[in-house]
């Protein structure tokens, strides 16, 4: 459900396999990571929001972060806890009763922020040799190498 990355670089021989977007076990990951929220593990912030929200639900793709800095790149997981847009018990108040009787989902897929959930907060990375915030990699294009600065290639390839 995912596509791969393998970046190389031809002149030092750097190399990072990652595996970018969402996997098999997703909705199980969303839910300890959620629970992992609930509890505190994860800061006061996200405690704070998770136990508020109505239905709270996380995003947790896979992206690739690149240090602005010193060049390092690192793949993590986004953490994002969303809050639904539209709360069916307050929207269409004559079903309440039969949407108190649903679960409700605690993963987001991407094609439902924006129009299901929206982010309310997103949790940050920073560079483990520099201590710099990391920033999120939306193309791959253009990395250059954390060790030596030539232009990395890369292929693609698909997972689930
Ligand atoms: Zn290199
Ligand atoms: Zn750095």
Redesign the pocket.
Known sequence: MGTGFEFK?K??N?KLSVNLGIGFRYPYLCNSILDEMKSGKMGKDFQEKANNIKNPAVYVPRDLYLCENCGDLRPELTIALCSPINDPKESDAPFSSVYECLEFDTYVMSYMLGTEYKKELVNEYHCKKCKTKMKKLTSYKKLK?P??Q?LLSYSKYFWD
């Open positions: 670089c002149n030092c750097y190498c060790q030596c030539n």
